[in-house]
DNA sequence: AATGAATGAGGATTCATTCAT
DNA sequence: GATGAATGAATCCTCATTCAT
């Protein structure tokens, strides 16, 4: 019942936190947080209502830890993308972009929960979570700045052109079904396309 | 108390149900549909509860009906500047852009309930509204063939840049604040430009 | 189901929120304000759990509500007594004794909620009914420092003496039973040569 | 953190014990008993939760306990008081009183208990308790019996005077406060006097 | 003794909806 | 159309208690 294809956060000592992590990620995901009790997670994680509260001290602080566990994945993703990529811009900007893609595929959930429910957190843990997004946000922004400047983009545009590009590619949670007609690996390729095409930057032939 | 600077719906005969369905539209937008009560959407429009199900016959049809709205007026908008554009694929594209966007930016609040909330209609008037709303991502489609079959845009992703482009604007209304950097004017055309490097049509110097 | 012996709220007009208030006061005086649920008082009133929260906004609020009145008819009842007494201040504060007497005896529960509850109003709540509690105690006040200045009571303690005349008025909530050996009559003639000994005045032989 | 001032019962052999008992008196005295959760209670004590029941059997059992040390302490200062006054009555009286308003003073909080929750005891643990209460209440009986057999004491209802006197002394916990204007000597001093004046003994010029 | 995790029952409160007026 | 009162189901959360360790 917990072995939910692809899971976000992995079983590693603690059980039951991985299980209700990853059981509110769906059920928040699929219902909308205020649409989903508490009790749905419960169910979800294999566990009663009433031991969630030995866990989260309440159901806000919970929906934080998930979207801070579904952020610290996609940093991480990112990152080691860039970091794996070239120096030139293009090329990290591709890895970048292919990177998130990737994400947003793999766990569509999380993401929706992501972007639609941060609207519920407490004020401290909202703002918490700003800082760490603004953080992804801010790793593309420095390499369309970094292309803007060695002259491989031409966008007039560079300092918004990162929040178009996250834009795109966070609504593909929206509609990606993945037994539709478009593969992982090729919707990962398109983006990237589109993300170098917007910011005027170099194509492949 | 109900003047909201842009209502979506204009007051034509039935006062209340207008009032109704803005007050619903910023109560599903501001606290997402189970997140708002049928008390608050009363409270909003300046009427009593239970006179709510003398227009809607469950909270259920109001958001449908409310949802219809934003979507009719976001349709209308992008037709007329398309209508009122060029011939060439880029201007037509270019208009129906900057209507895209001049329509999320004039109303954040509907455009976040109508990506996020169309999970909670019934089965029937889901179907209704995909329908409509595909017809909308049809108008940007047929736009971009028409650019590649006339050869101004070159991008090899035809089918699917449509996809790309109105998430990069349907996103705005996510972090959009009228008093920031931005004037609706400039993001207009930013996004514009965008969408034209994306299908890496031709761009003005 | 409703008609208790002696109801503090009379049934006027509204029916259903002098039901409630008996139903609460009976309710919170047998099992204590945590002890007692808002189902019990639904049930008390004949009512069901949710229209509870159409009269009252909250368990604390109907606890004030119910507190208030007990206050309200104690001071009536006091004040009635004192009026219709002589103008001296032994028949004054013998009179004021009976009908302060007389109250916890008719009102036993309701007394005891008096006592015990008010820790669990809100501060602005509390505050309001200690208020109209120190009333009540400066009427006794006022009473024994007439007679002391008339020089009908010789106590040496004539500020504090009020506090212990309603201390020991108040205990006989927690031990009166209506069918023991002491009448209402005959307790109310004992308490008011309580007090007037207590004060050091005069006595009758 | 456990160093209440004045706590009622001492630690001797069995820390946890002493330590668990005065954290519940605090609790239920300022909570009420069905206010404060056992969670407090063991907080109060700096000991876990689950480790309450290797001590008591039950929260209501926890109760009974606290209860009788605190009935018990009372007990044991009237009684030495009054064994250490003189023959006569009024002076045993005087002195009873004044140990009573002293224990009253000390332990407030144990006092509010003492009179508030006995009804959440089990039946048995009530019987018991009260068997005790009658004792220490006997004892000021006692005392005025002798009086007015003696002919020291004035009062038509001896019977009846321990009551009012218990009562008004009972009712200091509810008001008190060690920082307000009267010391805890005074109020001993007053009480006294007042339980003369009541009983219509001889009073100290 | 001591603990952390677990649980079923029950707590106050809110909700969408209905109905009599 | 419009309203206030009414209700059953569901919400989040807390509780006393137990159990394995």
Known sequence: MNTRSSALV??????NEAAILNAAIHAFGTK????????????GAGTSLSNLYNYFPSKSKLLAAAMRHANDELQRRVRTAVDQAGDDAPSRLREAVRAHVGFVVDHRVAMVVSTNDVRFLDAEDRDALVVDRDATEATFERIIAQGTTEGSFHTPYADDAARAILGAAGAIAGWYRPDGPLSRGQLAEQYARFALALVEGPLPR
């Open 10 to 15: 992995a079983e590693t000592g603690r059980r």
């Open 32 to 43: 909308s947080f205020n649409g989903a009790s508490m009790r749905d997670v419960a169910k």
